[in-house]
């Protein structure tokens, strides 16, 4: 990757272990609980997302900025409660098509070198934001090339990839979600631990691309777990439940029979 990999953020240790514990704590909950907690999560990012927009309504509106927070909050917040399932859906179709665009500009940029000039590192070396900088500039330069260049073979893959993942989430919610909330809280586990690990010792922060496959396994270990623990628990339930259901169903012809 021409991207160079950022150095090691500066956090103070009562930050760093908080923020570590914390990532922790809800990862786990998500990994093994994420089915139960998936509408309250969306819930909560919509509120977050109705209180960074609500300024937005001051002018239009003509109320105080606190009100319109609030009101723009509570509205995002009960939309992404009640379309939770949707959201899940939605990301899953976003994430492969995004995963399938990748692997497409792997492919165009091995086939054409130099398509994208390489990111440059400031002095004394890259910090979190110009990474996130640099990214952005790279994805989209890469992007607008291969739309130029790969339209076609860019909508002919990434569609279908994305449109799959969208109609098996819409028919299958409860699948979709235990996937996608598996997945967020392995991330959120790893980066936790991460935080932990490289506050402790400096010196376990990777220097180069090929130092974060190592986590990356683990992500994928703790998503499986998590998946087949979740859908393992959720299918015990649904056997309880109609069990339970025959037998109230048994019990009432019974006692119809005695009368």
Not at 142 to 155: C, F, L, T, Y
Not at 228 to 246: H, I, N, P, T
Request: charged share 10%; proline share 4%.
């Amino acid at each position: 990757m021409d991207i160079p990999f950022p150095n090691m953020p500066v956090l103070a240790d009562s930050v760093a272990y908080i923020a570590a514990s914390v990532s922790i704590i809800i990862g786990l909950m998500l990994v093994g609980w994420g089915r139960f907690w998936s509408r309250m999560l969306v819930g909560l990012a919509g509120v977050g997302l109705g209180f960074l927009s609500g300024d937005l309504l001051v002018d239009v509106m003509k109320v105080d900025v606190w009100v319109a927070r609030s009101a723009a909050g509570s509205i995002f917040g009960v939309l992404g409660f009640i379309a939770a399932p949707f959201f899940w859906a939605l990301s899953a179709g976003a994430l492969c098509s995004a995963t399938a665009g990748g692997l497409l500009a792997h492919y165009f940029l091995s086939s054409m070198p130099g398509a994208v000039p390489t990111a440059e590192a400031p002095a004394g070396g890259v910090t979190l934001a110009h990474w996130a900088e640099s990214v952005w500039v790279y994805a989209g330069q890469i992007s607008r090339k291969m739309w130029i260049e790969q339209g076609a073979v860019m909508a002919l893959v990434m569609a279908p990839v994305g449109l799959i993942p969208l109609m098996l989430g819409l028919w299958k919610q409860r699948f979709i979600t235990i996937v996608m909330t598996s997945l967020i809280g392995a991330v959120t586990v790893m980066c936790g631990a991460i935080i932990a690990m490289v506050q402790s010792d400096s010196t376990r922060w990777p220097k180069a691309w090929s130092g974060v496959m190592i986590p990356l396994f683990i992500i994928a270990g703790l998503w499986v777990c998590g998946v087949a623990v979740q859908y393992a628990f959720a299918l015990a339930a649904a056997r309880k439940k109609k069990a339970r259901e025959v037998a109230r169903a048994q019990s009432d012809n019974a006692s119809r029979g005695r009368k």
